[in-house]
């Protein structure tokens, strides 16, 4: 008798297991058939196969414009990529019609003299802050220069070359914190660290963003590269941020463009995934115990999602959440408050400015993307799948 309760036993996990593993697989083709009911089927205020995202001022949360960027387009071809082989036959299929209808997006977002680096807005016809009125008077004069966060996701959404990686990666080498060009607006003991800028203009200042360094080095771990001065430079901050508890206590400052200790958490899980950095592996109790707290005191249903995605990659199982697709799920992924990327104009600013005015909102826009909210539930289901939980 007791041999059959076991049995019994194991035949009901079996079929549990196997309805919540149909469940995300269905939910997974739902999530997915959203993104491309998304993506632009013809050109229009956004181009043809783009991934569209708005932008919000934070003194008026109630007008979104247009922003046209290739960013969210990239994270999400960089995305799908990296989860395929959780996903099933038909439904990669389905990836790979997205990822193929955006590549023609590119291009219209690559450097004005044809080096393979990116911009967050188009360069074909430059803009700053598109669709913005009068402000786009300036669009020659004040647009912002490629940037190396655009740059390490468009290659890797691409699927580029080695051989466009490494002329990518030397040319980041001249683009970090040095005598002569030093960074003015971090912590004082941060300031002689070589580590990237975000920018890969001549006349920008050099500005750090954690979360930028973490997209980098994640761009050279996919590619295989040959580690050099500045990457080592990049780790050791990022290592000393994580140390220090600056992601904790001081997130907008160290991320004025990504923002949120939760975000700076998934991206950080993002990069040890790829392959064992030892210096940030030394730190993984403490960043699942961050995580795990974080997770505790969030309202917030994307925050959960991403953060269940780190501890996943950290090898942790998160609290339970069955999700399952329907207009309420639609309406919590798609909510507004929930912003992955911020445009922070205090972060250009020197020290004592920025820490005067990188959190005040009239230095801030948001930037909101249905379609990447979509993906990153996708992504969570997927990892799920990957690490059998």
């Known amino acids: 008798m007791k041999y059959l309760r076991h049995i019994y ?34 050109s229009g205020v956004f181009p043809k196969g783009i991934i569209p995202s708005y932008r919000i001022y934070a003194l008026n949360k109630t007008r979104e414009k247009a922003d046209i960027t290739n960013f969210f ?21 389905e990836a790979k019609q997205i990822i193929t209808q955006s590549l023609e997006v590119f291009p219209k977002f690559q450097n004005q003299k044809g080096k393979p680096i990116y911009n967050f807005w188009p360069t074909d016809t430059p803009k700053i802050f598109p669709n913005s009125g009068w402000i786009n008077l300036f669009d020659k004069k004040q647009a912002l220069p490629d940037d190396l966060d655009c740059t390490a996701i468009s290659l890797l959404a691409l699927n580029s070359p080695d051989s466009t990686a490494i002329r990518v990666h030397t040319l980041m080498q001249q683009f970090t914190n040095r005598p002569g060009k030093r960074i003015r607006n971090t912590f004082k003991e941060y300031q002689e660290i070589g580590a990237y ?40 901050l990022i290592e000393r941020m994580v140390k220090e508890k600056k992601h904790i206590q001081s997130p907008v400052y160290i991320s004025p463009f ?14 040890m995934s790829v392959k064992p950095i030892p210096e940030l592996e030394k730190l993984k109790p403490q ?7 974080a997770y505790a005191h969030t309202n917030q249903f994307m925050n959960e999602i991403i953060l269940s995605s780190a501890l996943l990659r950290w090898g942790v199982k998160p609290p339970v959440k069955e999700i399952r697709y329907s207009k309420s799920l639609e309406s919590l992924v798609e909510e507004n ?33 249905d379609a990447y909210n979509n993906l990153l539930v996708l992504e969570y289901l997927a990892l799920k799948k990957k690490y059998n939980y």
């Open 337 to 369: 408050s929930f912003v992955f990327f911020i445009a922070n104009l205090g972060s250009f600013l020197p020290n004592p400015w920025k820490q005067w005015t990188c959190g005040i909102p009239v230095e801030r826009f948001y930037h909101v993307c």
């Open 197 to 236: 800028s975000t920018w890969f203009g001549i006349k920008m200042p050099i500005d750090f963003d954690i979360c930028v360094l973490t997209n980098v080095l994640f761009f050279v771990q996919r590619y295989h590269l040959n580690w050099t001065a500045a990457d080592s430079a990049s780790l050791a």
């Open 287 to 293: 960043l699942i115990e961050e995580a795990q707290e």
């Open 258 to 271: 990504y923002n949120t200790t939760p975000i700076i958490l998934y991206h950080l899980a993002r990069l």
């Open 9 to 42: 036993w194991l035949i009901s996990l079996l079929l549990v297991s196997n309805l919540c593993f149909a469940n995300d697989t269905l939910v997974m083709g739902q999530l997915l058939k959203r993104i491309a009911d998304l993506q632009c089927k013809e």
């Open 73 to 93: 387009t990239g994270l999400v071809d960089m995305t799908l990529r990296d989860i395929a082989p959780q996903l099933t036959e038909y439904q990669q299929k």
